[in-house]
């Protein structure tokens, strides 16, 4: 059973600081990878989507890398702004579900970028 | 508005009510997706359909959760004899058909049911 976590929790960082948010899943037959962003009481902004056979991707000031035989992933955003600031949920596309969009989530990390 | 519409956006209801949620997907998406998300957890998978056709339901709907897109565009999320354990979010998401189809959802707002 595929399973996400999400290390760690929460994160508390001075605003323009470099930081990365991590992945992990136990199943490395993934189809693909997906990082979201949720403000308090929202839904999901699409972040990133890394299909299987892609290791990075890249948007502004966020990357996200996939290593699959390891089972990990890892948001990197570069020099952080309080806007920032939400809760970050990596999402895992198992391979036998194919693109069929049901996700496997993580409890996701809790960022909070200090002025 | 070009992006999933979901509404109510907060329904507050007693034990034992009925409630129903609403979602329009992305216009030229013909996949949809249910999810649930509890408090400080992250989402569950529900259901899914492609066009008008329900195509897979998870275990946790149980049988007092109805789901239904009658004409292949928008669905609804029905509950009957609602729980205080049904109190959560419940997220609705679309994605482009399987030809062209990445795996990549959008989500609505969601719909923030309380049961009291």
């Known amino acids: 059973k595929q399973e996400v976590t999400q290390i760690p929790a929460a994160l508390s960082v001075p605003e323009g600081e470099n930081l990365v948010l991590n992945c992990s899943f136990t199943?490395?037959?993934?189809?693909?990878l997906q990082w979201f962003r949720q403000d308090p009481g929202k839904g999901l902004t699409s972040l990133l989507l890394?299909?299987?056979?892609?290791r990075e991707q890249t948007s502004g000031r966020l990357n996200a890398s996939l290593d699959k035989s390891s089972g990990r992933s890892t948001l990197y955003i570069a020099a952080s702004q309080p806007g920032d600031s939400a809760t970050y949920l990596c999402?895992?596309?198992?391979?036998?579900?194919?693109?069929?969009?049901?996700?496997?989530f993580g409890q996701g990390t809790t960022l909070q970028v200090k002025p | 508005d070009t992006g999933v519409s979901q509404d109510p956006r907060h329904k507050i209801t007693k034990r034992g009510q009925n409630v129903t949620f609403r979602c329009d997907p992305i216009?030229?998406?013909?996949?949809l997706y249910w999810y649930r998300q509890t408090l400080g957890q992250g989402p569950e998978f529900l259901t899914y359909?492609?066009?008008?056709?329900?195509?897979?339901k998870s275990r946790l709907l149980s049988d007092r959760f109805s789901a239904e897109r009658p004409k292949g565009s928008f669905s609804t999320l029905e509950i009957q004899r609602t729980e205080q354990g049904d109190s959560a979010m419940y997220l609705c998401?679309?994605?482009?058909?399987?030809?062209?189809?990445?795996?990549?959802?959008?989500f609505g707002e969601g719909s923030r049911l309380t049961v009291l």
């Open positions: 998401a679309s994605s482009l058909g399987p030809s062209a189809n990445t795996g990549e959802l959008f």
């Open positions: 199943d490395s037959a993934i189809y693909n």
């Open positions: 890394i299909q299987s056979s892609q």
């Open positions: 999402a895992v596309g198992p391979l036998f579900s194919g693109n069929t969009g049901k996700l496997i």
């Open positions: 216009s030229e998406h013909n996949r």
């Open positions: 359909f492609q066009n008008e056709a329900q195509l897979e």
